[in-house]
């Protein structure tokens, strides 16, 4: 036995040592192969992207070349969507490179803000005007810069020399130097400088204190100890103020200009999801237009409504002379429960209302309607003044329509017949979700 | 009689002596242990020692001194103390690793949920409103020109969000992260406008902590 004892401690402990060994050898082996495998993946995704902004900065620089040669508007609504296209692509490859945003930043914005020109001028060829020498100029500046990084991203791909991720895994950052000049596009789109730069239009100019703005939002709700949070600086400086008690959370923002309510968020009772009856959504509409009355807000219309997380989300719009104002945007919440607003979100609101100045619609009601398509059947017009941009507005036929049960809203320019938009209106569990 | 039971108990280590060994092996991809490498276990490294179990290298190797810090960790949390990282521990540190987490099958409700899930790998915890907050910036950005045009481009772009870094982005969201991201959806911009935030507490970023501060909400500051 003690023979047999030692023997298996002889040969028996060391076997299990090698059989471990050999274990550890492969699991070690196998994991590194795996770590080594799932790098090479990632570097062929992101040689895969480089290579395709590669591209579409090559076919970007060409398309904008081609819009020289263009005379005919089909032909320069084609080209102009190639633009977009190619913009669009070549945004998504940029945003798979590991460049920082402080490098990317700027290549990213001449990328969108390219397309988001294409569209605008595309709309304008399209609406049988022709390009202006400006419009021609900023083109050719495109069209230069599009060539020059064009150029300097090409000499990667061609001999494959694709800028090394340093160790953080990013590219190395750009020399300040070395940053292209994007040229400067004045238009108005949803990208422009003029769009993202925009200031609030429906704020007073004298300002209030803290010590005024914390009285205002005490005297909204009376009932609740409301304490300050600090301020918001930005586009609407607001003071902030929040209570947390029995009756859940609450937050209201006041803004510095004027001393108005730009929102307060409550916490809903209940969790009520489903869509309401008829007799219930007319109570949680009529206690939102209440409340709508009971803080100052004019004439205003109600849209579509969503449902969620106990409660209902109603938008209105507000109306002028019977014009919608779509860019005058409040939001109500209504707490499905108690059938108590809890929330209302004013910063659409605050940020474009003013009085407008409406020219006579050229087109009539009658126009409008035959410009909608055969398809449709016209169940109801209004006009609408709706937001092309944060700085562009457009007077509009607000066409309600069905087809085979399904709704639209088509917009029609009250001036050209343009359609300016094209809305379906799906009804969902959560309500109507216009898409 | 004895000789055929010390020969069987011998029989037996030697059996569990390789089982023990192959363990790592056949179990490499369901739990974290010792002798685990890999991102996930920086991850488990990286978290511990944010929380202060551990004062180890963050390496990426399962040592002693990791199986340790999970002890620790697992004992301090009132969760089975084994030294392993498996799917409840790996849950407690919010982490989601390569297949130890399983994710519960996701609804077909595309950018909110992924919105949802933004928010919860990077703000629960925070107050409702600076949840609201962290899906109103993705969104913004999403309005910018300055980032892709998407909500899935604007969360997966390279190092913008850290969930998505370490794998917190596959958590499940609760529902007030769901809300959340419906409110911000809805329009609920509590931060008016901003496009980025961080934590002061956790960046020693010098780029973002350049940028003017717009508001601060929680543990987050906000700025543009």
């Known amino acids: 036995m003690i023979r047999l004892s030692k023997k298996i401690w002889l040969f028996g402990f060391p076997a299990i040592l090698?059989?471990?060994?050999?274990?550890?050898?492969?699991?070690?082996?196998?994991?590194?192969?795996?770590?080594?495998?799932?790098?090479?993946?990632?570097?062929?995704?992101?040689?895969?992207a480089y290579r395709a902004l590669s591209n579409d900065l090559n076919d970007l620089s060409v398309a904008l070349g081609k819009l020289d040669a263009a005379s005919t508007p089909a032909s320069l609504s084609k080209r102009f969507a190639e633009i977009r296209r190619l913009t669009a692509g070549a945004t998504r490859a940029l945003s798979l490179l590991p460049v920082s945003y402080a490098d990317d930043s700027g290549l990213m914005q001449f990328l969108t803000r390219t397309g988001d020109y294409a569209d605008t001028l595309m709309d304008r060829v399209l609406s049988g005007q022709m390009l202006t020498g400006g419009q021609l100029e900023s083109?050719?500046?495109?069209?230069?810069?599009?060539?020059?990084?064009?150029?300097?991203?090409?000499?990667?791909?061609v001999d494959g020399s694709f800028p090394a991720a340093g160790e953080?895994?990013?590219?190395?950052?750009?020399?300040?130097?070395?940053?292209?000049?994007?040229?400067?596009?004045?238009?108005?789109?949803?990208?422009?400088?003029?769009?993202?730069?925009?200031?609030?239009?429906?704020?007073?100019?004298?300002?209030?204190?803290?010590?005024?703005?914390?009285?205002?939002?005490?005297?909204?709700?009376?009932?609740?100890?409301?304490?300050?949070?600090?301020?918001?600086?930005?586009?609407?400086?607001?003071?902030?103020?929040?209570?947390?008690?029995?009756?859940?959370?609450?937050?209201?923002?006041?803004?510095?200009?004027?001393?108005?309510?730009?929102?307060?968020?409550?916490?809903?009772?209940?969790?009520?999801?489903?869509?309401?009856?008829?007799?219930?959504?007319?109570?949680?509409?009529?206690?939102?237009?209440?409340?709508?009355?009971?803080?100052?807000?004019?004439?205003?219309?109600?849209?579509?409504?969503?449902?969620?997380?106990?409660?209902?989300?109603?938008?209105?719009?507000?109306?002028?002379?019977?014009?919608?104002?779509?860019?005058?945007?409040?939001?109500?919440?209504?707490?499905?429960?108690?059938?108590?607003?809890?929330?209302?979100?004013?910063?659409?609101?605050?940020?474009?209302?003013?009085?407008?100045?409406f020219d006579r619609p050229i087109l009539t009601e009658a126009d409008a309607k035959n410009t909608v398509s055969d398809t449709l059947t016209v169940e109801h017009t209004a006009l609408a003044l709706i937001p092309k941009s944060r700085t562009l507005e457009v007077l509009c036929y607000e066409c309600k329509c069905t087809a085979n049960g399904t709704f639209f809203l088509v917009y029609v320019n009250a001036e050209t017949g343009a359609e300016e938009e094209i809305f379906e209106v799906i009804n969902s569990e959560e309500g109507d979700l216009v898409v | 009689m004895i000789r055929s039971a010390v020969k069987k108990s011998k029989a037996a280590i030697l059996v569990l002596?390789?089982?023990?060994?192959?363990?790592?092996?056949?179990?490499?991809?369901?739990?974290?242990?010792?002798?685990?490498?890999?991102?996930?276990?920086?991850?488990?490294?990286?978290?511990?020692?944010?929380?202060?179990?551990?004062?180890?290298?963050?390496?990426?190797?399962?040592?002693?001194?990791?199986?340790?810090?999970?002890?620790?960790?697992?004992?301090?949390?009132g969760l089975t103390v084994d030294g392993v990282v498996g799917e409840k521990t790996a849950a407690a540190m919010g982490l989601s690793l390569s297949s130890a987490v399983s994710g519960a099958s996701k609804p077909a409700n595309g950018d909110t949920y992924l919105l949802a899930q933004c928010i919860y790998s990077e703000a629960r915890g925070e107050p409702y409103k600076g949840q609201v907050a962290v899906g109103a910036v993705v969104l913004n950005r999403v309005k910018s020109s300055s980032f892709p045009n998407s909500i899935s481009g604007v969360i997966y772009q390279k190092g913008a969000f850290s969930a998505v870094d370490d794998g917190q982005i596959n958590l499940t969201p609760n529902e007030t992260a769901i809300k959340a991201a419906k409110d911000a959806l809805n329009g609920w911009d509590p931060t008016g406008g901003c496009l980025f935030y961080y934590n002061p507490a956790k960046t020693s970023n010098r780029w973002i902590r350049s940028r003017p501060i717009v508001l601060r909400i929680g543990s987050h500051v906000f700025c543009k």
């Open chain 1, 18 to 48: 090698l059989v471990g060994l050999a274990v550890m050898t492969v699991t070690f082996f196998r994991q590194r192969e795996t770590i080594a495998e799932q790098r090479r993946v990632i570097e062929a995704q992101t040689e895969s």
């Open chain 1, 139 to 157: 083109l050719g500046a495109l069209r230069t810069c599009c060539a020059d990084l064009s150029a300097s991203y090409d000499g990667g791909c």
């Open chain 1, 168 to 357: 953080d895994g990013f590219y190395a950052e750009a020399d300040e130097e070395n940053l292209a000049n994007y040229p400067t596009l004045l238009y108005d789109g949803p990208f422009s400088e003029s769009s993202e730069q925009a200031e609030p239009l429906g704020l007073p100019d004298e300002t209030v204190g803290e010590a005024e703005a914390a009285r205002i939002a005490q005297d909204l709700f009376p009932d609740r100890t409301l304490a300050f949070d600090g301020k918001t600086e930005s586009t609407i400086v607001t003071y902030d103020f929040s209570a947390a008690d029995e009756k859940g959370e609450l937050c209201v923002s006041i803004t510095e200009r004027g001393g108005l309510l730009l929102y307060f968020m409550g916490t809903p009772a209940g969790a009520n999801s489903d869509p309401p009856g008829d007799e219930e959504s007319e109570r949680l509409h009529a206690a939102a237009s209440a409340c709508l009355e009971q803080l100052g807000f004019g004439r205003m219309e109600p849209s579509y409504a969503q449902y969620y997380a106990g409660t209902v989300v109603i938008n209105y719009a507000a109306v002028q002379s019977g014009v919608i104002l779509y860019a005058d945007l409040v939001k109500v919440y209504v707490d499905r429960e108690t059938e108590r607003v809890i929330g209302l979100d004013a910063t659409n609101y605050r940020f474009c209302h003013r009085p407008r100045t």
């Open chain 2, 17 to 77: 002596a390789i089982l023990c060994m192959l363990i790592p092996l056949l179990s490499a991809e369901a739990a974290l242990r010792r002798g685990s490498t890999g991102d996930d276990v920086t991850a488990v490294q990286k978290r511990l020692k944010q929380w202060g179990y551990y004062s180890g290298a963050v390496d990426g190797v399962y040592g002693y001194a990791t199986e340790r810090a999970v002890r620790w960790f697992q004992q301090k949390n």
